[in-house]
């Protein structure tokens, strides 16, 4: 697509339930990125794949979080028994090269996916 | 954990001035990145430094880089009403090229 499409915009659960948020990258692109901005917050990292590899998941908070991109296109965050403290904007990116130091490091993000966990 | 603060964490200016904003980093980098992010949208990349750069320009921005005291600085010259947004730096470490890690970000608000 055009650009990285984010799906759901807003997601409102209860606590307990599993989520499942959604990112479809810009087409080509190597590496997919996920982030959790809180308000007023600079972006926090959360994991990284490149292609399908998941290379680096030392920004996910706990074992309830996951993340797969099987095909090394489309990636989903799943969280697992949703907590209060889940609830944030959850920002995913994608860049043409592998990685920040690659030639073509920078980061095209998506519109964010709300979860509000009540 | 973030690796950059910026500074100052707010800013408010007229329209036609120009608005400055620092990042202070911790570690050792291979580039610092700056986005620009609208009223809790998606992010937009700016401008890319890499460490063996001094300045950048890009038409009203102009960034610079100073590896030995681990700062950079982002000015934006003749200031418009929608240059409103929050600026953020970010970096990509030498030791470490997964991750690209951002700061705590400056709120810029240009009056009419």
């Known amino acids: 697509g055009a650009g990285v499409s984010q799906s759901p915009r807003y997601k409102v659960t209860k606590r307990g339930q599993d989520v499942a948020l959604r990112c479809d990258p810009i087409s080509g692109h190597v590496s997919l990125y996920w982030y959790r901005q809180a308000l007023g917050q600079g972006p926090e990292f959360l994991t990284y794949f490149n292609y399908e590899a998941q290379q680096d998941k030392s920004g996910l908070p706990n074992d309830r979080f996951s993340a797969e991109r099987p095909e090394g296109s489309i990636s989903t965050l799943t969280i697992q028994r949703t907590e209060q403290r889940d609830s944030a904007m959850y920002r995913c990116?994608?860049?043409?090269?592998?990685?920040?130091?690659?030639?073509?490091?920078?980061?095209?993000f998506g519109e964010g996916s709300r979860l509000t966990v009540l | 954990s973030q690796q950059g603060e910026e500074d100052p964490q707010a800013l408010s200016i007229q329209e036609g001035e120009n608005a400055t904003m620092n990042c202070s980093y911790k570690t050792s980098i291979n580039n610092l990145q700056w986005y620009r992010q609208n009223s809790g949208r998606g992010l937009v990349h700016l401008i890319l430094?890499?460490?063996?750069?001094r300045e950048k320009h890009s038409g009203r921005l102009r960034v610079t880089l100073d590896t030995s005291k681990k700062s950079s600085s982002l000015l934006i010259t003749a200031s418009r009403a929608a240059d409103t947004a929050s600026y953020f730096c970010?970096?990509?470490?030498?030791?470490?090229?997964?991750?690209?890690?951002f700061g705590t970000g400056t709120r810029l608000q240009v009056f009419p």
């Open positions: 430094i890499r460490s063996n750069e």
């Open positions: 970010a970096t990509a470490r030498s030791y470490n090229t997964d991750k690209l890690i």
């Open positions: 990116a994608s860049s043409r090269g592998a990685g920040p130091n690659s030639n073509t490091g920078e980061l095209f």
